[in-house]
Every structure is written in structure tokens, then in C-alpha cells.
């Protein structure tokens, strides 16, 4: 009797504090970030085509950053440049504080997060005007999403994560990190504290 196949369980990121000192030894390169992204939006795999560091803003010019997301793509930026220039600076200055090199941005600003099942998985459906599978979403605050990634150069990224914006007339660009989470913060997942970000491991 032919025994059936195991499925490999389904890999489950796990929340990763930098507090606690302890960093990922082993990431992935950018290349497979860009193919598991197609992937999961049930789309052939393309070739990588990256948007690199285009702007030249000089925060932090050591470190690099890269977009999955293609920026006509995106109805919050819609040509402004300003928000561009923001969300690069704000990468950079995160990345920086977390003494990391490299930067993927695969979601820019937006408003918006997916629904998930009880098993970790996110729920779909197939748009009928389209026939393309959409996430389910829900109402969230301002952030760069899952994914930012993170890691010591295009070869090694080691985390996946959430920086949560705020818009402010006085900041850069006209937009920040969010520097006090706990008032400016209006959609708080159960079981999750007001944070300005929160990163999980890639591997």
C-alpha cells in the first residue's frame, strides 16, 4: 500500500523583539521574498524587477532598499513624491536603529490588513469583475506592511514587519513613524500592545 506524501507544515513566523538581544542567524534572499510575494497573490512568478533606492534621499544612504510594490500601483501615493520620500526615510531610520542593512518594501502606505483563519492562514476571495484572488481586509492605521523586510544585505534578510505611520504637517515629508503609539493608534488587534512597529522572523 503506497503511503501518501507529507505535507511540510506550514511555516508559522514568530514575533521577534530586539530587546531581547537574540538576532536571526539565517534569512532569505531577496529573490525568494519576490517569488514567495507571487505566490501568495496566486500569480505566476516573474522575474525580480526591483525599484531601488531611486529618490537618492541621504538619511541613511549605507542602507538599501528595495520595492516590490510598484508605486502606480499604489492610490495613496498617486504621484506624490513627498509620501515616497517619507516611506524610504522612515524604512531607513528603522533599519538603522535595528543595526540592519537592507530594507524590502512590499506593501508602501496603506490602510488596510488581511483577515486570517484560525490556523494563521489568510483569507481569500475571487474578485468577479476580476477573477483575481484578493485578500480579505479590514479597517487598520496607517502602515508600511507585511511586508517590510529586513536584514544585513539582499542575501540575508531575517525579518518581516509592520511600521505604523502617522501623518504630520511638521514631520518630513509631511509623514513619521508613529512616536506615541498608545494615543495615536486607533485599530489594536486582541492581544497585541500599541507599538510604532512589530517585526516577526522570515525563516
Known sequence: MAVPPQRRPRYQPQPWDPETGYYPEKGVNVKTI?????????KPVEVPDFQDESFGFPNFPEIS???LEVWGENPNYDGKKDLMLATEAICRAEAARLDLNAVVIRTG????KDQ??????VLTYEDPRTGYIKNDT??????????VYMGYDEENVIIQGHIYVA???KAPQGLRIMNNPSVEKKHVDTGK??????????T
Open 167 to 169: 501623518f504630520d504637517s
Open 138 to 147: 479590514a479597517n487598520a492605521d496607517w502602515h508600511f506592511t507585511v511586508e
Open 34 to 42: 519576490y517569488e514567495r510575494s507571487w505566490r501568495n497573490r496566486h
Open 193 to 202: 500592545g500599541y507599538v510604532a512597529s512589530e517585526f516577526w522572523t522570515v
Open 116 to 121: 486570517h483563519a484560525v490556523d494563521g492562514t
Open 65 to 67: 532598499v528595495h520595492w
Open 109 to 112: 502606505l496603506h490602510n488596510k
